[in-house]
């Protein structure tokens, strides 16, 4: 189903229901939501020629324009490219001409340089920021959203390509449906008294949360900030109430120890749904013990967005039963609409408590790879996506995730996985963020390298006589970097290949 077909539906049977807020402002119901969609994607068709799976790009910050902006792709059946608007622009020309994308929707703030770049298939740009995206507005309007298969792509996501040039994940109305359904089911409930908002990057995890809230007739808030800042999502919270919103790890210690400080509880928050990177046992207790039963934990990629594990509110707030501590460590149980299992470097499927690779099964998994069969051959085998995630599954189907595949350490023979050597040394007093990774050495052929940021006087014979007491000693880190912070990519997460990178230049 055509996504449009949500939007469509919702203002024709509640117009006048609160669609779009800046801040604590509402700039638009749900029928001026629409009718704005509508209009942009007869423009779109009558001025541009934009068809039926058609590339549009959108390269913009945070703002209620980029929903407009992709509900009107969507409208003419266009396929929607979110890119971060963090990216250098040379990098969203690259992915434009990957693409084959003939208009980009933007903002000034990032996208204005794109018609200097040249990318050769690019025609057009219009800027939300000039006259002619409100002249959109006056396009005779789409009378219904185009019709699209579920088996037809309508996004194409962009990977982060850190380990070489980004690759187009393609991914059908099909999944964009199930990963909805299955967060009704899975994750959260929705009413039109809710509020979702998106402190984090509309182009990724906290947009695609969009969908459920316009089934449901919700309202989008976009911060006046246009990103996360703590303050201002607290207040907006304590106002609006009902606020739902997608956070990484990293952006909800921040927001708990903002909360602390000024002595707050979350007021007005109804669902945080974390994901994007390792969440710390010793952070997620806090973030209960301060805001309370307001979590959930979500595990997916790009290859299956949102759409493999999660991890309810029920268990993320649980204390009471015997293995709540590894429940609370893992990512959650499958998602109701895919399978998941662990396989072994040859496929062969392994029996709970056994770490492998987690793979999975369902119609959350991407259609492929864009333009590029020899990779989409390599990470869906047989059905099944390999996530490149190394995990186990217990008995009773949480799976608990160690670190990605590349991201092992093989010292001396024996495999060191960074997240069980991280969780131990973040159990120390004035150690708030750690990174572990692997040096190589002649001897070993790699050794256990311990990245360290403190908020109080720490040393090395503290961290390793605590390593000594919880971990085998092969495990312990051979030496420690304090550092005033870690590198990370505009989601929170560690960029663990330009440490390793600083180890390869010492």
């Known amino acids: 189903m055509n996504p449009a077909e949500w939007l469509f539906r919702t203002a024709r049977l509640d117009p006048e229901a609160p669609a779009l807020f800046q801040g604590e402002t509402c700039i638009a119901t749900y029928r001026d939501f629409n009718d704005r969609a509508a209009s942009i994607g007869a423009h779109l068709r009558a001025a541009h020629g934009v068809q039926k799976g058609d590339r549009v790009a959108i390269f913009m910050k945070n703002r209620t324009e980029f929903l407009e902006a992709m509900y009107g792709a969507w409208y003419c059946g266009a ?15 690259w992915i434009i001409e990957d693409a084959g994308a003939e208009i980009a929707l933007i903002s000034d703030d990032v996208g204005a340089t794109l018609a200097d770049l040249g990318p050769a298939c690019l025609k057009t740009l219009n800027s939300a920021d000039h006259e002619d995206w409100s002249k959109m507005y006056l396009a005779p309007s789409m009378p219904s959203p185009e019709t699209v298969e579920a088996d037809e792509m309508t996004w194409l996501f962009y990977t982060s390509g850190t380990t070489g040039k980004p690759k187009g994940v393609m991914i059908t109305a099909g999944n964009l449906e199930h990963m909805s359904l299955n967060y009704f089911s899975d994750v959260d409930a929705v009413s039109q008294e809710d509020a979702i908002l998106y402190a984090a990057p509309m182009s990724h995890g906290a947009g695609i949360y969009n969908f459920m809230h316009v089934m449901k007739g919700a309202r989008h808030v976009v911060p006046d900030s246009g990103g996360f800042e703590p303050d201002e999502i607290l207040a907006l919270a304590a106002t609006l109430r009902n606020v739902s919103m997608f956070a990484a790890p990293t952006m909800v210690k921040r927001l708990v120890e903002h909360a602390v400080a000024t002595s707050q ?15 710390y046992l010793a952070d997620i207790i806090q973030a209960v013990d301060v805001m309370g039963d307001r979590f959930v934990q979500v595990y997916g990629q ?27 460590a893992s990512v959650g149980l499958a998602q109701s609409s895919v399978q998941v299992s662990i396989c072994d470097e040859n496929g062969h499927f392994l029996p709970p408590n056994t770490l492998g ?25 047989n059905g099944w996506l390999w996530t490149g995630d190394m995990g186990a599954i217990d008995e009773d189907g949480f799976l608990t995730m160690h670190d990605r595949s590349k991201d092992m350490i093989i010292s001396g023979g024996s495999n060191v996985y960074p997240r069980e050597v991280e969780e131990v040394l973040l159990d120390v007093a004035g150690v708030s963020e750690v990174a572990v990774v692997g040096q190589k050495h002649p001897e070993w052929g790699e050794i256990v390298i311990a990245f360290v940021v403190t908020s109080a006087d720490v040393d090395e014979s503290t961290l390793d006589a605590h390593c000594i007491a919880n971990i085998a000693r092969f495990k312990r880190p051979k030496a420690y970097r304090f550092v005033p912070d870690l590198p990370k990519n505009n989601y929170g997460k560690v960029l663990k290949t330009e440490l390793r990178s600083q180890l390869e230049e010492t």
């Not at 369902?362 to 020899?374: C, I, K, L, R, S």
């Open 357 to 381: 690779e987690i793979v999975v099964s369902g119609p959350t998994v991407m259609a492929g790879y864009w333009n590029n069969p020899e990779a989409t051959a390599k990470t869906v085998k």
């Open 265 to 279: 509880t979350g007021d007005g928050i109804k669902t945080i749904a974390y994901a994007g990177g390792p969440m």
């Open 79 to 93: 396929v929607v490219i979110p890119i971060n608007s963090k990216l250098h622009p040379r990098e969203a020309a």
């Open 302 to 328: 790009g290859e299956c967005p949102m759409g493999i594990t999660a991890l309810p509110k029920r268990f993320v707030s649980d204390r009471k039963h015997p293995n709540w501590k590894n429940r609370l």
